[in-house]
């Protein structure tokens, strides 16, 4: 049995898209809505450790509190920006996926193929129209 997690937003396009192509290769993921869940901080750093990023490349930087708090400035450790997410869990980019092959943070969705056990079972074509597995189910881009 593959194991593959997503830390997911059902209001993201990204996040919804990733999703759908973890199922589209016939498996049925666990999904952490991290909104709502956030992972503890030991998972947190973990997980930026495992995609082998930095603790910055994973702040959303689109939403609220990033201004509010001035994120923006680079007088922030790994440390505070860590709890930042934490306490605002709107902060962290997403979809974040988990498989046996790696941990990634799928933006653009397309990147969890490279991660995905199995191949996608059908074509898939993104919410916008993007066509990324083809009928032959060989990827497009």
Do not use: W
């Not at 919804?16 to 199922?23: G, K, S, T």
């Not at 923006?72 to 440390?79: P, V």
């Amino acid at each position: 049995m593959n194991e593959i997690t997503i830390y997911h937003n059902p209001n993201c396009g990204t996040s919804r898209n990733a999703l759908a192509m973890i199922r589209n290769s016939g498996i049925e993921p666990t999904i952490i809505h991290y909104l709502e869940t956030p992972p503890s901080k030991n998972v947190l750093v973990q997980l930026i450790a495992d995609m082998n990023i930095t603790v910055r490349e994973l702040l959303r930087k689109n939403v609220e509190p990033y201004e509010q708090l001035n994120l923006e400035q680079d007088n922030h450790t790994d440390e505070q920006l860590i709890d930042f997410m934490l306490q605002y869990p709107i902060l962290i980019n997403r979809p974040i996926v988990v498989t046996p092959l790696g941990v990634k943070l799928c933006r653009p969705s397309e990147v969890v193929l490279d991660i995905l056990p199995n191949q996608q079972q059908s074509e898939f074509i993104k919410e916008d129209g993007e066509v990324i597995v083809d009928k032959q189910g060989r990827r497009v881009k």
